[in-house]
Structure formats: C-alpha cells, structure tokens
C-alpha cells in the first residue's frame, strides 16, 4: 500500500461513477480509514456525505459526524492520528484560514497514522467570498500537497497519501478543486477495504508537546525533512515529465489544468509536459524541462503558485516563463479549456493554423445581450429567512442610519433585491464581532444576523465579548434548524441554542424566540423595534425549520 | 463515438437528474464519461448549467470548450440561450419553450423563442404541456432527455435502464411515470 508504485486498474477493479469528492473518499476508505470530519462548505461537502452514506464505513461505525468548525475538525482528526488511525478531515478552502491554527502546528507535531487535509479551492468563486489558493498553506506549514488531475487520482491518492504521511510523520494536504469536486467520471475501484490501522501511540512524543524547547528542535528536524519531501515529489507517479517533438515551448500544468492542457492536443502534446500533481515541487524534474525547452508555459488553476516560484522576486528564470502574471492566462477565475488554448495560441501563433469553423451562434451575437439577462440565486419560496427580513427592513425604515452586520449562508442573500437588507458579509461569525465593533464606535442600531450552524461555527465566542460588555446590540439567530446552503447538513447547536446564549450569559430578559412565519412579521417588527431601544445586548431566535429540509421529512414520514 | 452535452435550466428543474441518468447508461456502455455541475449557492434558484462528455475514447478535460458542443439540452428557452456560445456548427439544441420566470427583468419569451429559431437544427416545444398529458408536470425532465435521445448515441432501452437505476429505489410507480414521459418526449421530438 505505502509503495511509490502507480495503482494496478486491472479487471480485479470495480468501476464506479463517483464525483471528485466521492472518489477521494471512498479512496481513504479502502484505504483503511478510520474517521473522518468536517464542516460543511461548498465544493468538499460532498465527501463526509459520502463516507455518512458508505456501507463500509457504517459497517465499521467509521466518525462520519459533522464537527462545529473547521480548527475543531482538524484538531479532532489530529487525535485520531495520535492514536496510530488513520483520519481525514475535509473544508472549504476558506475553512483552512478557521483551521490554520491547528493545520499549521499539525506540521510541527507532525502525524503518527496517516492524516489527509483536504482542502477544495473555488476558483471563480462559485459559492464563495474568495480565490485564495491551499497550496500556500502547505508551503507555509511545510507539508507535502496532493492535487489530483482527476477523478483516478482524487481515489488513488488517498492510499498513497496516507502512505506518504506515515512514511513521512506529517499530515499531508490534498487540494482539490471545484471543477474536479463535482465533476463525475468513472473511476476504477478496490472491490473492499483494507484493514484499519491498530491503535499505537507516536514514537516520538515530545514532539507533541508543542513547548518552545521542543518545537525548537522539532522544527529544525522538519526543515531538514523538506529533501525527503522534495524527493518524494521527484519519484512519484503523480509527477512526470513527458517527451515532446517541439521544444520550443515547455508546459508545467498543475492538477486539474494538466487536462486543459491535454483537450488542446487530442492527436497528442507535441510539447514536452511536466505533470504536477505532488508538492513541495521537484525541482530535479522542473530542471529537468528548463534545461529542455526554449520557454516554459505554467497552467495551474487557482493563484500562480508555481510561476510565481519559478519566476522569483526579480522574475529572472534561467527561461522566459509565461502565465498568469504576463497575461498569457486570466490572473483570476478559473482556467477552462479555452482559456489554455488561448495562452497556447499567443505562445506559439501556429497552432491557429486549421482553427475551427465559427460556433454555430456566432451570428445572434448581438441579439443575445438583452436577450440573456442575470438570474441570481435567492431565498426559496416559504423560507423563514424570507420572513425576518422582511421584519427586519420595515423595523429599519425607523432609522435614519441603521446597519445590519450579515454572515455566511443562505440569508447572505438578503442583500439581494427585495430585502437589501445587509450592509456586510465578510466570514463565519463575523455579523456578531463587527456589530460590536460598529456599536463600540457608536452606531445605533447595531444589528448581527446570523444563521443557527455559523452561530455554533465562530458566533459564539463572538457572542461571549459582547455579553461581557453587555454591548448595545442586538442580535438576530434566523435558525432553520440545519445548514441550509450547503444542502442540509446537521447543525450543531439544534435546539441548544438559547441554552447557549443563557449559558454565556445572555440576559434572560433579552433572549426572545419567535417563528419566522409570515403571520408573526408584525411581531417580529414589534420585538425588534423594542429590543433595538434596549441600552444593552439583545438576542432573538427567530425559528422555522429550513423549506428544503422540511419537504425531505415529510418525504420520509 | 463521441457527444458533449451541455445541460441548462434553473436550480431545482431537475436537469442534474438528466445527467446522472445518461451517466448511468453510459456506465453500462462502457463509455468514458465526464459530468461537471455546479453545487451550492447557484442551486437557490439561479441558473445551472452542466457539462456532460461521453466518448468512447478516454476524455481529458471536464469542462466542453465553446462551439464545440453537439448538443444544448435546456428546460427553459432562456437558459439554453444562456450557453448557445457552446454549440459547434452542426449542434443541435433541444429545449422547453416554457419559460420560468423568477426574476422581473425576465425578457420578452416570443423573442428568445424567434432568435433560437434562427439556429439551423432545434427541437423546441412545451414540456410541461407534454409531461402533464402523459405523466405529471414533475416529469417535464424526463420529456426533455426523451427529446434529446434521438440526438444521443444511446439506445433508448439503455436510457430507460438508466431511469429505472436512478428512479428504482423511489418505487416502479416513479419508474413507470418517469419512463412514460421519456417516450412522450422521444415521440414529440421525432415527429416534429
């Protein structure tokens, strides 16, 4: 299993349709998992889904439960690791930065069982508030990266990764990407599972304790463990080089771009290409094609992580390097087939030579732009949220300045038209901190909005600052008992949530439920009004379950 | 062999379901496939759109370059527009002319229906009308793919194989309502 040799799909396989996500998941299960977290984020949810649903994995009552966020996830899985299993825990890549704490000085530790960091990037921004790249997080905490090109690998890698984190003591990250997460294809499968890892305690445990005088010696040790890295990403069969007829140009095309790379050529690349799908990168390989190829092209989906390497701070290479950074390819969004054929097109003008006849609407073209307009996402007929916006704006109308601090999940679109209803959105818990901000510099009314799930996520801690101040505020939970936006996923805090807030201190006479129905809009304008006069911090659970999740019950029942 | 699709409509038509039923049929023809879709936020009502590959030959990219599409496969006339940039010279779009308007910019329906008129190979009728006649309104996807089936190198049987994989677990009722309103489809779309 921990050999560096490439899988066998040989007809003892079983070939099953899976997206990105659940290939890489089942991977770790025949891999021999033994618990898996996460918190739900759009595009990796779909991986503890997977393994919630996977026969083996009930069978073997693997942890498949929703953790309340992304550091307690990580920390979680690290325990699991600590004890000789394997784990794997999963996030947006935006829940890396709530897990960084822990993910980074998980280098330091370092991993006894083999532990996976799976990190989904969502370049485009699909369902997202950034483009940031996972692949800086790994360079930053020094732990070797896995991008997978494709389904295949997303499942292969997982063995191998937990391979290579056992071979190496580290917890190893495995990037992927929202057009790899969702995208299906076949992939050839191991017909069980191996065994899971026996409980054994590190071998090194000093190194778990994370003092100044031991990270002091840990962390040389991991610096000099960067060659070992290097030289595993040298060997793998997730890197490679390949041949061309033309070294003219030289292509680097990192995870899911090395299949862009490859649509452009159906008769076959007549480029030499470096294939990156292991980090930290192998600069044998990489001078490998320098020293090859007149130029060198990099196309990598997400932030120009290797260009930026290759090129340096002067941008003096031993070979002119394009990209993203000379504009060969878009410096944001995500990369797509035609983007890489036209970066290959401005390198080298003769692969026009025989370009294709005119898409058969070229013609409409200009019919088309009124033709075609926007349609946003927006908050389902019958959802709660609906109702305490349209509370919350007629109790707005009441003040010259009021300002609503807003959060992440479904009720972000709330500042969509009709509501227009929040003034921010930055991340998970933010509502609650930046309306205390805002109120300590003297705004009135000082609104946070915040669903039940992101309460429990990051709100709370938030909540405990403004209860300590009593802080003039008032805070709206719109709970629709799950979380929404990523498909109804358990939350965490289901029917816990005014013992919560009494719990940190909340004033009893400020904590109001109430339904979010349309019959109670009045109500709810009368509560918040009054509670918007309260000289300290308010708190309403405004509840009606999720319309989507409610429709699934009544299925069921 | 090979056919790329696009899928088109909005979130909660039913146009993922499409795609994991000739997913499943392909799977038995032992073609390459390759289906990309978008989760998340856009699934609230906004527009969705998936790419669908098959090939008997191994497919690199998931995502269908533009004009290279052989088929846009829409619920709703708008959004096949939406993608019309992906279709190759001799593609083919099947779609519902009924329009789902949930927005109040939505453009006049006569004059995206005259302009995919322009297009030399459509297959354009009301689905829903179709899907209420001979199964329910809830099965005006299953209309759709049946439309689109004459243009998809899939045996009709092997895509009724499909539904019956993916609609099996829900009873043979839904099998049944499923499977009538994709030879509805295939029908319509044969006699136009």
């Given at each position: 299993m921990n050999e560096n040799k490439p899988t066998d799909h040989s007809a003892s396989k079983v070939m099953k349709l899976?997206?990105?996500?659940?290939?890489?998941?089942?991977?770790?299960?025949?891999?021999?998992?033994?618990?898996?977290?996460?918190?739900?984020?759009?595009?990796?949810?779909?991986?503890?889904?997977?393994?919630?649903?996977?026969?083996?994995?009930?069978?073997?009552?693997?942890?498949?439960?929703?953790?309340?966020?992304?550091?307690?996830?990580?920390?979680?899985?690290?325990?699991?690791?600590?004890?000789?299993?394997?784990?794997?825990?999963?996030?947006?890549?935006?829940?890396?930065?709530?897990?960084?704490?822990?993910?980074?000085?998980?280098?330091?530790?370092?991993?006894?069982?083999?532990?996976?960091?799976?990190?989904?990037?969502?370049?485009?921004?699909?369902?997202?508030?950034?483009?940031?790249?996972?692949?800086?997080?790994?360079?930053?905490?020094?732990?070797?990266?896995?991008?997978?090109?494709?389904?295949?690998?997303?499942?292969?890698?997982?063995?191998?990764?937990?391979?290579?984190?056992?071979?190496?003591?580290?917890?190893?990250?495995?990037?992927?990407?929202?057009?790899?997460?969702?995208?299906?294809?076949?992939?050839?499968?191991?017909?069980?599972?191996?065994?899971?890892?026996?409980?054994?305690?590190?071998?090194?445990?000093?190194?778990?304790?994370?003092?100044?005088?031991?990270?002091?010696?840990?962390?040389?040790?991991?610096?000099?463990?960067?060659?070992?890295?290097?030289?595993?990403?040298?060997?793998?069969?997730?890197?490679?080089?390949?041949?061309?007829?033309?070294?003219?140009?030289?292509?680097?095309?990192?995870?899911?771009?090395?299949?862009?790379?490859?649509?452009?050529?159906?008769?076959?690349?007549?480029?030499?290409?470096?294939?990156?799908?292991?980090?930290?990168?192998?600069?044998?390989?990489?001078?490998?094609?320098?020293?090859?190829?007149?130029?060198?092209?990099?196309?990598?989906?997400?932030?120009?992580?290797?260009?930026?390497?290759?090129?340096?701070?002067?941008?003096?290479?031993?070979?002119?390097?394009?990209?993203?950074?000379?504009?060969?390819?878009?410096?944001?969004?995500?990369?797509?087939?035609?983007?890489?054929?036209?970066?290959?097109?401005?390198?080298v003008p003769s692969l026009r030579a025989g370009s294709v006849e005119a898409p058969a609407a070229s013609s409409l073209q200009a019919e088309l732009k009124d033709l075609v307009v926007a349609r946003p996402p927006a908050l389902c007929q019958g959802c709660g949220h609906r109702d305490v916006y349209a509370a919350l704006t007629a109790a707005m109308k009441m003040y010259e300045a009021p300002k609503v601090f807003g959060d992440i999940g479904c009720y972000t679109l709330g500042w969509l038209s009709p509501f227009n209803a929040i003034d921010t959105c930055l991340d998970m818990g933010a509502s609650i901190t930046m309306a205390k901000g805002a109120a300590d510099a003297g705004q009135h009314p000082s609104v946070a909005i915040i669903g039940d799930s992101t309460f429990t996520h990051s709100g709370m801690t938030g909540l405990l600052d403004a209860v300590n101040e009593d802080t003039p505020m008032t805070v709206i939970i719109s709970d629709n008992l799950t979380t929404g936006m990523t498909g109804g996923q358990d939350s965490q805090g289901t029917g816990k949530l005014e013992q919560i807030c009494l719990g940190l201190g909340v004033d009893p006479a400020h904590l109001h439920t109430i339904d979010s129905l349309p019959k109670t809009v009045e109500e709810m304008k009368s509560l918040f009004l009054s509670e918007f006069e309260h000289k300290g911090l308010s708190v309403i659970v405004a509840r009606r379950e999720c319309i989507q999740t409610a429709r699934r019950h009544a299925k069921k029942a | 062999m090979k056919c790329d699709i696009i899928l088109a409509g909005v979130g909660g038509q039913g146009i993922l379901s499409i795609a994991t039923i000739l997913g499943a049929a392909a799977l038995r023809e032992n073609l390459h496939l390759k289906q990309a879709e978008v989760h998340g936020m856009s699934q609230r009502g906004g527009d969705v759109m998936s790419c669908l590959r098959l090939s008997s030959d191994p497919i690199a990219s998931d995502l269908i370059p533009t004009g290279k599409a052989d088929l846009i496969v829409a619920l709703e006339p708008m959004e096949a527009l939406r993608h019309i940039g992906w279709l190759s010279p001799a593609g083919r779009v099947v779609t519902s002319t009924v329009p789902f308007v949930n927005i109040p910019t939505y453009p006049d329906t006569a004059r995206i229906l005259d302009t995919l008129g322009k297009l030399p190979n459509v297959t354009a009728f009301d689905m829903e009308q179709v899907a209420k006649e001979k199964a329910t309104l809830r099965a005006s996807n299953m209309v759709l793919l049946g439309a689109a089936s004459p243009y998809i190198d899939l045996s009709p049987e092997k895509i009724e194989a499909g539904i019956q994989a993916v609609f099996g677990p829900k009873g043979e009722k839904m099998v049944e309502t499923n499977i009538a309103a994709f030879r509805a489809g295939r029908e319509t779309a044969l006699s136009l």
């Amino acid at each position: 299993m921990n050999e560096n040799k490439p899988t066998d799909h040989s007809a003892s396989k079983v070939m099953k349709l899976l997206l990105g996500d659940e290939a890489l998941a089942l991977g770790a299960i025949n891999a021999g998992l033994s618990g898996a977290y996460a918190y739900p984020g759009t595009p990796s949810t779909e991986i503890l889904e997977f393994v919630q649903a996977n026969p083996t994995a009930r069978e073997r009552g693997l942890h498949s439960h929703w953790s309340s966020n992304e550091k307690t996830a990580v920390e979680e899985a690290l325990g699991m690791s600590f004890c000789g299993k394997r784990s794997m825990v999963s996030m947006k890549h935006v829940g890396l930065n709530v897990a960084a704490d822990a993910f980074v000085n998980s280098a330091m530790t370092g991993a006894n069982g083999g532990m996976l960091v799976i990190s989904a990037d969502d370049p485009s921004m699909h369902s997202s508030q950034n483009e940031q790249d996972s692949r800086f997080y790994a360079r930053f905490a020094m732990t070797p990266c896995l991008e997978p090109s494709n389904q295949q690998e997303a499942y292969d890698m997982a063995a191998y990764g937990f391979g290579l984190s056992e071979r190496l003591r580290i917890p190893v990250m495995v990037r992927l990407v929202t057009r790899l997460s969702h995208s299906r294809a076949q992939v050839a499968t191991e017909p069980e599972a191996a065994a899971e890892n026996t409980l054994s305690y590190p071998q090194n445990p000093r190194q778990w304790v994370l003092m100044p005088g031991n990270s002091r010696v840990r962390y040389r040790e991991l610096i000099a463990d960067r060659e070992k890295m290097e030289q595993e990403s040298v060997e793998s069969p997730f890197n490679r080089l390949s041949q061309g007829s033309d070294n003219s140009l030289g292509i680097i095309a990192s995870g899911i771009a090395y299949n862009y790379v490859m649509e452009c050529f159906p008769q076959g690349c007549p480029f030499p290409v470096l294939k990156i799908s292991q980090y930290p990168l192998p600069k044998k390989l990489i001078s490998e094609l320098f020293a090859k190829v007149d130029r060198v092209m990099v196309a990598e989906e997400g932030q120009p992580v290797i260009e930026e390497m290759l090129r340096g701070l002067l941008d003096t290479p031993s070979r002119p390097v394009l990209g993203k950074l000379d504009g060969h390819l878009p410096r944001t969004g995500e990369l797509t087939p035609d983007s890489v054929m036209e970066a290959l097109v401005k390198a080298v003008p003769s692969l026009r030579a025989g370009s294709v006849e005119a898409p058969a609407a070229s013609s409409l073209q200009a019919e088309l732009k009124d033709l075609v307009v926007a349609r946003p996402p927006a908050l389902c007929q019958g959802c709660g949220h609906r109702d305490v916006y349209a509370a919350l704006t007629a109790a707005m109308k009441m003040y010259e300045a009021p300002k609503v601090f807003g959060d992440i999940g479904c009720y972000t679109l709330g500042w969509l038209s009709p509501f227009n209803a929040i003034d921010t959105c930055l991340d998970m818990g933010a509502s609650i901190t930046m309306a205390k901000g805002a109120a300590d510099a003297g705004q009135h009314p000082s609104v946070a909005i915040i669903g039940d799930s992101t309460f429990t996520h990051s709100g709370m801690t938030g909540l405990l600052d403004a209860v300590n101040e009593d802080t003039p505020m008032t805070v709206i939970i719109s709970d629709n008992l799950t979380t929404g936006m990523t498909g109804g996923q358990d939350s965490q805090g289901t029917g816990k949530l005014e013992q919560i807030c009494l719990g940190l201190g909340v004033d009893p006479a400020h904590l109001h439920t109430i339904d979010s129905l349309p019959k109670t809009v009045e109500e709810m304008k009368s509560l918040f009004l009054s509670e918007f006069e309260h000289k300290g911090l308010s708190v309403i659970v405004a509840r009606r379950e999720c319309i989507q999740t409610a429709r699934r019950h009544a299925k069921k029942a | 062999m090979k056919c790329d699709i696009i899928l088109a409509g909005v979130g909660g038509q039913g146009i993922l379901s499409i795609a994991t039923i000739l997913g499943a049929a392909a799977l038995r023809e032992n073609l390459h496939l390759k289906q990309a879709e978008v989760h998340g936020m856009s699934q609230r009502g906004g527009d969705v759109m998936s790419c669908l590959r098959l090939s008997s030959d191994p497919i690199a990219s998931d995502l269908i370059p533009t004009g290279k599409a052989d088929l846009i496969v829409a619920l709703e006339p708008m959004e096949a527009l939406r993608h019309i940039g992906w279709l190759s010279p001799a593609g083919r779009v099947v779609t519902s002319t009924v329009p789902f308007v949930n927005i109040p910019t939505y453009p006049d329906t006569a004059r995206i229906l005259d302009t995919l008129g322009k297009l030399p190979n459509v297959t354009a009728f009301d689905m829903e009308q179709v899907a209420k006649e001979k199964a329910t309104l809830r099965a005006s996807n299953m209309v759709l793919l049946g439309a689109a089936s004459p243009y998809i190198d899939l045996s009709p049987e092997k895509i009724e194989a499909g539904i019956q994989a993916v609609f099996g677990p829900k009873g043979e009722k839904m099998v049944e309502t499923n499977i009538a309103a994709f030879r509805a489809g295939r029908e319509t779309a044969l006699s136009l």
